[in-house]
């Protein structure tokens, strides 16, 4: 029987907490088939402690693409790596974290395999007649949830949102094989080279990632305001995240919007001071675990979604935040 399949991430040499998350929703799925649970990773030179680690958090059986030229993520080189793959072993299900990596990723290889990709999943789960891959995602601006079949093509492709799932406990009596995989010169493109890798201004942390996200709005009133901001994130030990208008004024960067148009994110703790709550910043934070908003105006939209509403003004009571939260830090 065919195997379930995740991709896993690397982020200097470790393997990214993501993927151990892919690895329980895949142990799921390959436990409901009967099949093995199989995962990919494509760098070079990542330690067989890490790669052990995805056997323990459910794997069993690691690929390993492990080349210089595979250090630095390139779209058409990596594709080319799974499209290869996925020829030789024919997973019947392909699971992805919805990250920049793998929302860049996924559709090339889709393209190249004629399979369907459903982006940025919140639920799956086996169909019991037909064994078909239920894809469960957030719609029309997370207004209904879409739950997607590809009954005709195979591997049936899923990414998953980032902190949507629980990781398994490491359990080091666990056994798995790890291959490595012949290189070939076919995946390498001469139409792409890498020079250097450096991050973009502003894309330190992805918030798509983080466990707590503290996000500034127009109500921030200029960017220089936005320290304020920077400030109760680092103070809670979280990223800076944005909404459209605070971006568009260019006071904070683009991998840092929230939205439908930016981020769909699912931290442990989301907090919006002057937002509004426009649908399309809803849709990006639905899916967060509490949500705490400061607003002047106690009818603004964003306090319909909020666990925690605070009225009042921003620049008055985020200080007053920073203030209590060092108190504690000092006690
Ligand atoms: C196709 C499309 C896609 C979009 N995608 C996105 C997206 O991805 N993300 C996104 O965010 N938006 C998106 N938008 C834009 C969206 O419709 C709103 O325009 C935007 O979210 C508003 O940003 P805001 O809440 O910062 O500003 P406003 O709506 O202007 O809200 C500012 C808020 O700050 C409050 N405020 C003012 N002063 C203070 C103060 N001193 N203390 C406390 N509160 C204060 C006000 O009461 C107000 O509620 C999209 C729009 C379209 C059409």
Redesign the pocket.
């Known amino acids: 029987m065919h195997e379930v399949w995740t991709i896993s991430e690397t982020y200097e040499g470790r393997i990214k907490e993501v993927s151990l998350e892919l690895l329980a929703r895949g142990r799921a799925l390959a436990d409901t088939l009967g099949v093995a649970l199989g995962t990919v990773v494509i760098g070079y030179k990542i330690p067989k402690t890490e790669l052990n680690s995805l056997i323990e958090h459910g794997a069993d059986s690691v690929y390993v693409a492990d080349d210089p030229k595979l250090s630095s993520f390139t779209c058409n080189t990596y594709s080319n790596v799974l499209v290869q793959l996925f020829a030789a072993h024919k997973p019947q299900i392909v699971v992805s974290a919805a990250t920049t990596t793998g929302r860049t990723l996924m559709p090339y290889v889709a393209v190249k395999t004629h399979a369907g990709l459903t982006a940025d999943c919140t639920g799956l789960a086996i169909e019991e007649n037909t064994q078909n891959l239920l894809q469960t995602r957030p719609a029309i601006g997370g207004n209904i949830l879409a739950t997607i079949k590809t009954p005709d093509h195979r591997p049936q492709m899923a990414t998953v949102r980032p902190r949507s799932t629980k990781i398994l406990a490491p359990d080091s009596s666990r056994t798995g094989s790890i291959e490595y995989i012949p290189i070939s010169e076919d995946w390498f493109s001469s139409e792409v080279e890498v020079l250097g890798m450096r991050a973009l201004e502003g894309q330190q942390g992805a918030i798509d990632e983080a466990d707590i996200v503290v996000s ?4 921030l ?1 200029k960017k220089d305001n936005f320290k304020l901001i920077e400030k109760l994130a680092v103070a809670l030990g979280g990223e800076v995240g ?5 971006v568009d004024r260019g006071w904070e960067a683009y991998p840092h ?6 981020k769909t994110i699912s931290p442990r703790l989301y907090m919006a ?9 809803l ?2 934070i639905k899916t967060a675990k509490c949500i705490v908003a ?4 106690e009818h ?1 939209n ?1 306090f319909d979604l909020a666990d925690f509403g605070i009225v ?4 008055t ?1 985020i200080p007053e935040i920073l203030k209590r939260l060092e108190s504690r830090s000092e006690a």
Do not use: E, P, T, Y
């Open positions: 500034g709005g127009k109500g009133k944005a909404s459209r208008d605070a919007q929230v939205g439908l148009s930016g001071a002057g937002i509004s709550g426009a649908i399309q910043h849709a990006g400061i607003n002047s105006d603004a964003i009042g003004d921003l620049f009571v």
